[in-house]
């Protein structure tokens, strides 16, 4: 049985946000409503014209937001499943990784940051903190950098193909960023067959003169490289010591995703 379900206030505004406003809420509408909906009874919660409610629903069944049931009836998309479980997986692996996190910097007692792939470039989401560092660190949260010059961008290349790392290379043109950034293919091919022997990538001062960094991998369930935990510091206090403790907690990170090493 639906509940019962009251439209908001027609919105002020016109125009393309007055469009948006529309989508949302037919979506709202649809998603207090188990079964397909017939438009009649979707232009009648949402206060919209039937010919106005017909457009935007048309719109969104082209995109996956909405699919069509029965003639002139209408659910909600698949795509709409595909967008929530990328912001499931996300706050998944934060939620995650964050004690753990912690855990390595209390050890380290440097930056630790947790970085996902978007597009060409890592978006860092976490990041642990004692704000010892005297260089500008990067990996601030919501920063994002190109995957060529970052350690965890490195760990998503290397999992690419021959071909997809060259597409990469074109599309981007690696643009350099210090002295030891990694601007030509056959250098970045070079790193990344060695982060794929190790199991673990490197920014060694590439984005910023003095900073060095260190990433393992994080795997869920299914063994898909959904993160990177990466160790950033001044370029003096950098310890080869950290690498089997990072490669440790981003191994505990995946097992609380599921990951079975080995499997």
């Known amino acids: 049985m639906p509940r019962s379900y009251s ?97 390595l910097h209390a ?14 470039e890592i978006v860092y989401v976490e990041r642990t903190s004692s704000g010892r560092s005297s260089v500008r660190v990067v990996h601030l949260v919501g920063a994002q950098a190109p995957l060529h010059v970052t350690a965890v961008g490195k760990l998503y290349l290397a999992q690419g193909t021959p071909s997809e790392v060259k597409d990469y290379a074109h599309r981007t043109g690696l643009p350099g960023f210090t002295a030891t950034s990694l601007i030509t293919l056959p250098a970045l091919e070079q790193e990344l067959a060695r982060v794929r022997r190790e199991s673990v990538a490197y920014d060694n001062e590439e984005i ?41 907690a981003a191994d505990a990170i995946s097992a609380g995703l599921g990951y079975a090493a080995g499997r």
């Open 7 to 103: 439209p908001p206030a027609p919105a002020a505004v016109k125009g393309p946000i007055q469009v948006i406003e529309r989508m949302m809420t037919l979506l709202d509408v649809l998603s207090h409503h188990p079964d397909p909906v017939s438009l009649k009874q979707l232009a009648l919660d949402s206060g919209l014209h039937p010919s106005t409610a017909h457009r935007i629903l048309s719109a969104m069944a082209a995109s996956g937001f909405v699919e069509r049931g029965d003639p002139g009836s209408y659910r909600l998309g698949m795509r709409l499943l595909e967008l929530g479980n990328l912001v499931k997986e996300r706050l998944g692996v934060r939620e995650t990784a964050l004690p753990l996190m912690r855990e």
């Open 107 to 120: 050890k380290i007692g440097e930056s630790v940051n947790l970085g996902v792939r978007q597009g060409d």
């Open 208 to 248: 910023e003169m003095g900073l060095r960094c260190v990433a393992a991998p994080i795997r869920d369930d299914s063994g898909e490289l959904v993160a990177g935990l990466s160790v950033s510091a001044p370029a003096e206090r950098y310890d080869p010591a950290w690498v089997p403790l990072i490669r440790a």
